[in-house]
């Protein structure tokens, strides 16, 4: 796998890590350590503004780790991996008989 995606999680951890510092230093600087109600929405805006930062670096983790998991020449073929999940979905889990999971339950 290439390294671009794994640089570009770190990265939007980093930018993560900053927005979430940026606070503090507000608080010293702007608004000389006293509380008020600029720096709470200061804060607010920021903490919000940090998560889309951190969920685009967690999901980006989750896709390099499952395929790290999941990889093609070690797992087979997509349709081979996905069909048992499809045949829980579609109802279709028994393989020998026909009647699947809309079936059970009736004589």
């Known amino acids: 796998m290439p390294a671009t995606p794994i640089a570009l999680g770190l990265g939007l951890l980093v930018c993560t890590v900053g927005l979430l510092i940026a606070p503090g230093p507000y608080h010293r600087f702007v608004e ?12 607010t805006f920021i903490a919000d503004l940090a998560l889309l930062p951190f969920a685009l670096a967690l999901g980006i983790g989750l896709f390099v780790g499952a395929e790290g998991i ?17 045949r829980l979905l ?6 020998s008989c ?6 059970r339950g009736s004589a």
């Open 32 to 43: 000389a350590g006293q509380d008020s109600g600029r720096l709470h929405r200061f804060t």
């Open 70 to 86: 999941f990889d093609d020449s070690a797992a087979g073929s997509r349709r081979a991996r996905w069909e048992p999940v499809w």
């Open 90 to 95: 579609s109802g279709t889990v028994c393989h």
């Open 98 to 103: 026909e009647r699947g999971l809309s079936g």
